[in-house]
């Protein structure tokens, strides 16, 4: 039942998050869109010294494939990077726990995790890696992807405008990401982090005796509070610990908790308002705002309307509430921190979760998001414009065929990762070796994992246990794939658009609410039907099953 | 020509990144954190009788009668607080293995309540919070069963 105290927590979160992240839009517009600042003379020097120091050309236009190839070059040299350091971290320094190298299958899998933005994790942190691992491998690919995301997600958003005639610069925009966006506010958000209770230290872990008389425990430690900052920025979601955001080291409080869902949200809300500013009509933008919250919001007061009690799997200081919020926001943004055991919810929470994962757009990760809205705003326009027998415009551009297969191949990339890995899964029994069962809940297990790999999301129920061969190479192939194919398919549709002849708009309107409840239906429609066998066999008949034992079971005497 | 330029450019910007993202940011985080707020950098540390006892935000191994006991399954595997409830329960069992009144611990719990949402949302306690109370205000019942 939704409660005074749901409605307390999304007023307070998505107001404050809301009201930010329009004045960040406008920051970011003056970041990405080539007007000149105050602070350029500050950040341009440093630039151009970056520039300078890695050969790279950031004045040059790009078309679609040399776009991508930098950024798919620069995102495979930093994951060759990263996994040397996971196999080697035994000979490298901070590593005063003389922690061993990963093995090459879990360390293959944490780099194509982490370079993706998925953030799945099949190790403990605190047991696993280096001080090192954590600085120069995890966050380290933390700050990268995000910045690509971020990249990416621009360049669409630039070519759709057309006003600059091309979708940019990867360096360009790569760079900027970083130096103007992402560093400066993990800076704030990290010193926030601090004094709400996260360690920051390389101080080594120890035993300390506790107050009982022969009690022990170890005291963790480590760049705790600058790992998260990145984490829930840049819609990462790989935490420290295993536990991820349950764990007090990494969430103390209340306070820290929301703070965190805020910095979840706040870039990918932001970017939505940036594509109205870009595009000169905040109204478009705000399509893409609404549409995208009500999906998130709708799912929200599905995962509220089962009430989840502090019981097994949820921390007593977030409370049921928060920590229904948490998982319906950190799969809806595709984060995929967790501050509960997803084990701990009622399917129907879990099924919400789904749906987040698999539309990607709602609001969607740092970046990729917008681009996966702008993807189902084509469909949609598409199969309007068949229905009414229209030619099918955007922005007063005319969609051609060429967008709409491109746009199609980007959203059934997503399907065909998930199907055939899961199906292939049970096929050969790898399922039996991490412990989960042929019925209805490992069904679900299974099916979550692969389609958090394919989101680039990063929550799972495997965890540790997910770490053999079979699950580390192929969720380390579905979280590449899930991520640089719809990015390759989307810049070459935004690249051709950038060019396009514009007229003023003949079809139909897309900044008005009407367009809204046309876009979301359509979201939903297009999305459900594609899994929907595969939520039956899962989220849904776990819920029935839960059903017919509790409510049924009083009721009708199953 | 351009293919070993594009490379060349990748792994130089990759080796920027890494520093600066992955070595500098975090060092400074660090040093940052350890000269203006050393308590919660350190991982927020309880002292007793002069030395640390382990961090206020992770649950301790209480198993004597005589103290509140932490709960053993949730999802962080430490987590500090209990619900009110729980240590409501828990009452009775601490006042028959110590000797305390009732309404005395009672009080304590009340004293010691914090909620989940600030001001309301389900009541819950930190168990090291209250035992440390309780060590404090009942040194002789408690001296055999501490460090």
């Known amino acids: ?558 | 020509m351009t293919r070993l330029k594009s490379v060349s450019g990748a792994v130089r910007m990759t080796v920027i990144s890494l520093i600066i993202c992955g070595m500098i940011f975090p060092l400074v985080m660090t040093g940052i954190g350890q000269v203006a707020m050393p308590w919660q950098s350190n991982g927020s540390q309880v002292y007793f009788d002069g030395k640390s006892i382990g961090s206020e935000l992770i649950s301790q191994n209480f198993s004597e009668p005589v103290f509140f006991h932490p709960r053993n399954d949730s999802a962080s595997g430490v987590d500090p607080d209990i619900t009110m409830a729980d240590a409501m329960s828990q009452v009775p069992r601490i006042h028959n293995a110590t000797g305390i009144p009732e309404a005395f611990l009672n009080a304590t719990l009340i004293k010691y309540t914090q909620r989940t949402l600030f001001f309301f949302g389900t009541p819950y306690i930190n168990v090291l919070d209250v035992n440390l109370y309780l060590v404090e205000e009942f040194p002789a019942v408690y001296s055999q069963y501490i460090q």
């Open chain 1, 1 to 558: 039942m939704l409660t005074l105290e749901d409605l307390f927590v999304v007023v307070l979160v998505w107001g404050i998050v809301i009201i930010c992240a329009w004045f960040l839009s406008k920051y970011l517009f003056f970041v990405f869109m080539g007007a000149r600042n105050r602070l350029d003379r500050l950040f341009l020097p440093i630039e151009n010294l970056i520039y300078w120091l890695g050969g790279v050309d950031s004045s040059r236009k790009m078309g679609w494939k040399e776009y991508f190839k930098a950024l798919f070059y620069l995102n495979a040299a930093q994951a060759i990077i990263a996994f040397f350091i996971l196999m080697f971290q035994q000979s490298l320094p901070l590593n005063p726990m003389h922690y061993p190298g990963m093995s090459w299958s879990l360390a293959l899998n944490t780099v194509l995790s982490f370079s993706s933005n998925t953030n799945l994790q099949h190790y403990n942190g605190e047991t696993t890696l280096s001080y090192l691992s954590q600085m120069s491998a995890i966050q380290f690919l933390q700050f990268t992807s995000a910045a690509t995301g971020l990249a990416a997600g621009v360049a669409v958003i630039r070519g759709f405008a057309g006003k600059a005639k091309t979708i940019g610069n990867f360096y360009y925009d790569y760079v900027r990401s970083l130096t103007r966006v992402l560093l400066p506010l993990a800076f704030i958000a990290a010193i926030v982090l601090i004094a709400l209770g996260v360690p920051q230290s390389i101080g080594g872990y120890s035993s300390v005796p506790t107050l009982q008389r022969g009690a022990y425990e170890i005291l963790y430690n480590g760049p705790i509070a600058s790992l998260v900052s990145i984490m829930q920025l840049g819609t990462n979601g790989g935490g420290y610990f295993g536990a991820n955001s349950a764990y007090p080291l990494q969430n103390p409080t209340q306070l820290s908790n929301l703070f965190e869902i805020g910095l979840m949200m706040f870039i990918p809300t932001a970017i939505l308002f940036l594509f109205g500013r870009t595009v000169g009509d905040n109204r478009e933008g705000r399509t893409l705002f609404l549409s995208a919250y009500a999906i998130y919001g709708i799912d929200l007061v599905i995962a509220f309307l089962s009430t989840t009690n502090i019981a097994q799997g949820i921390e007593v200081r977030f409370g049921g509430v928060t920590s229904a919020f948490w998982t319906v926001t950190t799969t809806a943004f595709t984060t995929g921190s967790l501050n509960a055991s997803l084990g701990a919810f009622n399917p129907i929470v879990i099924l919400t979760a789904f749906f987040g994962m698999l539309i990607q757009g709602a609001p969607g990760g740092i970046g990729i998001g917008a681009m996966y809205l702008i993807m189902y705003v084509i469909v949609t326009i598409f199969l309007v414009g068949l229905m009414a027998g229209r030619t099918p415009e955007y922005l007063g551009i005319k969609i051609e065929g060429r967008d709409v297969k491109l746009a199609i191949a980007a959203f059934l990339t997503h399907p065909i990762i998930i199907l055939i890995p899961t199906v292939l899964a049970f096929a050969i029994g790898a399922e039996k070796a991490v412990g989960v069962t042929s019925n209805s809940t490992g069904f679900t297990t299974i099916f979550y994992e692969f389609t958090s790999a394919a989101a680039n999301n990063g929550s799972d129920f495997l965890g540790a246990a997910g770490n053999t061969v079979f699950f580390n190479v192929a969720t380390g192939i579905v979280m590449w794939l899930g991520r640089y194919l719809p990015i390759l398919f989307l810049l070459a549709i935004a690249d051709s658009v950038a060019v396009r002849k514009r007229s003023p708009s003949q079809g139909l309107k897309t900044g008005n609410i009407s367009f809204v409840v046309i876009l979301v239906v359509s979201i939903f429609i297009l999305t459900v039907l594609t899994f929907f066998p595969f939520l039956v066999l899962g989220p849904v008949l776990q819920f029935l099953q839960g059903f017919n034992t509790s409510v049924g079971g009083v009721i009708f005497g199953f």
